[in-house]
């Protein structure tokens, strides 16, 4: 089973309203990743969690704010965002081995849209 | 800085007919990983395909082989009896080893429309 799963799958929100994006995995992979992606251009990498805890932060805003409560949840907590900040936002997960993390699997992502 | 490389923005292919998506990449290192991502219009990212550059022997998956020049940095999926449901945007992506190894390079992608 290589499935991810995201929730919702569209969201639309307000300057000031603060919501939350859910990724759920049960594959057992250590890393999960957040992306973001605007149309017709490839995802852009926003967080890497390895073994539950922050690896990579791509110099995010704060108004995205990540949380990993356990190995096979992530959760993207969003609050004051901008309308620039529609997009689709993906999910990804992947195992981990001595030479790194092996392929990522994406789940099927969150439309967003920021009124 | 690795780079990915998809030349062709959009291509087209006759359904049960075969089609070669482009992909180069640069990089200084020896050791690395290479995927074909597709992407229908559905959202979803589905990986296709990987190629481990150690391995010289091309990966296939089906209907799906690439052709792997680690030489020339050429990175190529051929894609064989096309099928309707093979229209999408196929994204090239890059991933070295090791501590780097969270980070995939995409391309900018190539959109395949199959015609009926």
């Known amino acids: 089973d290589t499935e991810v799963t995201q929730t919702p799958k569209h969201l639309v929100m307000g300057m000031t309203n603060k919501k939350s994006l859910k990724c759920e995995q049960h594959?057992?992979?250590?890393?999960m990743y957040w992306y973001k992606q605007k149309a017709k251009k490839p995802p852009e990498l926003m967080f890497v969690?390895?073994?539950?805890?922050?690896?990579i932060n791509e110099s995010v805003p704060s108004r995205f704010s990540p949380e990993c409560p356990n190995s096979s949840l992530l959760n993207l907590h969003l609050h004051a965002l901008q309308p620039e900040d529609s997009a689709l936002y993906l999910c990804?997960?992947?195992?981990?081995?001595?030479?790194?993390?092996?392929?990522?699997?994406f789940g099927p992502g969150t439309r967003l849209t920021v009124t | 800085a690795q780079t990915v490389t998809q030349s062709q923005p959009e291509m087209s292919v006759q359904e049960a007919e075969t089609v070669t998506l482009s992909c180069t990449y640069d990089t200084s290192e020896s050791d690395y990983y290479l995927f074909w991502y597709k992407q229908p219009p559905s959202r979803q990212m589905i990986l296709v395909i990987r190629q481990e550059a150690y391995k010289q022997q091309n990966a296939t998956e089906n209907r799906f082989s690439v052709n792997f020049q680690k030489a020339a940095k050429s990175f190529s999926l051929k894609i064989s009896d096309s099928q309707l449901g093979d229209a999408a945007m196929y994204f090239c992506?890059?991933?070295?080893?090791?501590?780097?190894?969270?980070?995939?390079?995409f391309g900018k992608g190539t959109k395949l429309s199959v015609i009926p």
């Open positions: 594959m057992g992979h250590r890393a």
């Open positions: 990804a997960s992947s195992a981990l081995g001595l030479a790194g993390a092996h392929e990522q699997y």
């Open positions: 969690y390895s073994y539950e805890k922050l690896s």
């Open positions: 992506a890059y991933s070295p080893p090791g501590a780097g190894s969270y980070q995939l390079t």
